[in-house]
């Protein structure tokens, strides 16, 4: 079973062109699924059933994992066995018949203008690792991109003459996004007196954040900083690197930005996807209707 795995996640590479953490996600999910059946005393695919599906897929909801994990574990078994019938491996497809269960959405959790800030301010701009978290949270919070595509951008990505950067996002789409003045100021103040101090001996290194060695700052060394700063700044809510992304879309159309415009610069291929910020506009506007109207108080 495994080789047919290795089958698909090169088909996913090469003939879809998704993007390296989508395909590990992929490879994950369906890991964890031929596991299952192994355990299960079933030893190769043509054995597997609809039946071992469901009993995976309960499994999982037995072990508390949430209804969008197990919808995306189903998504991508689905996906698995019509690749292999596609490919004319199995003649038959568990999951044909099977219906498909809409994820519960769960609205975004988002920062405030304030905590925002807080956060922002929080790196020690008189060292230079605070010079260059600052500019990285000013960029991620003015562009909204993803944490992947913030920390593969290369220094020939970013134009602050021009006030634009250049992302590649998922299937090797390239969109470009404005950059707010403030990231201008942080960005040009990191590359220009930290940046060059921090490459060390990697001289030919491009990437445009790095790490104390020198290297590209990894996305496990972001997490870390992000939950440092946000302790730092006082913020109890829960916050992941996301969050900062939520809250950029949040806060444009919080101001008057249109949804296209919106979708565009997160690089969402459906607009169905950017939609549900504005519940989350409308959900803050109603809890400041309920906090501030005479009327509306218990």
Not at 132 to 146: F, I, N, S
């Amino acid at each position: 079973m495994k080789p047919y795995l290795r089958m698909f996640i090169d088909y996913l590479a090469v003939e879809r062109g998704l993007s390296n953490n989508t395909i590990e996600a992929y490879e994950y999910d369906i890991s964890s699924y031929i596991n299952f059946l192994i355990k299960s005393a079933v030893h190769s695919l043509e054995q597997s059933t609809s039946m071992h599906v469901l009993t995976f897929l309960n499994h999982l909801k037995h072990d508390g994992k949430s209804s969008s994990t197990i919808f995306r574990r189903l998504v991508a078994i689905r996906t698995f066995y019509r690749f292999l019938n596609e490919e004319r491996i199995l003649t038959h497809n568990p999951t044909a018949t099977m219906g498909t269960p809409k994820p519960s959405k769960k609205l975004p959790s988002v920062l405030t203008i304030q905590e925002m800030n807080k956060l922002l301010a929080a790196p020690d701009m008189s060292t230079l690792s605070g010079m260059r978290d600052r500019a990285m949270l000013e960029v991620l919070y003015a562009t909204g991109v993803r944490v992947s595509e913030l920390l593969s951008l290369n220094t020939g990505a970013i134009q602050t003459s021009m006030g634009f950067v250049k992302v590649t996002g998922k299937g090797s789409k390239e969109r470009i996004i404005p950059l707010g003045r403030m990231a201008i100021i942080f960005l040009k103040e990191y590359m220009d007196f930290a940046r060059n101090t921090m490459l060390k001996r990697s001289k030919t290194e491009e990437a445009l954040f790095l790490n104390h060695l020198g290297l590209r700052m990894t996305r496990q060394g972001f997490w870390k900083l992000i939950k440092k700063y946000a302790q730092d700044a006082g913020i109890h809510k829960e916050i992941t690197p996301h969050t900062l992304r939520h809250s950029f879309a949040t806060h444009l159309l919080d101001g008057g930005a249109d949804l296209r415009s919106v979708q565009e610069m997160l690089g969402h291929a459906d607009i169905s996807t950017t939609q549900i910020y504005t519940h989350v506009a409308k959900t803050r506007i109603q809890e400041v209707y309920n906090q501030t109207h005479p009327r509306a108080k218990k």
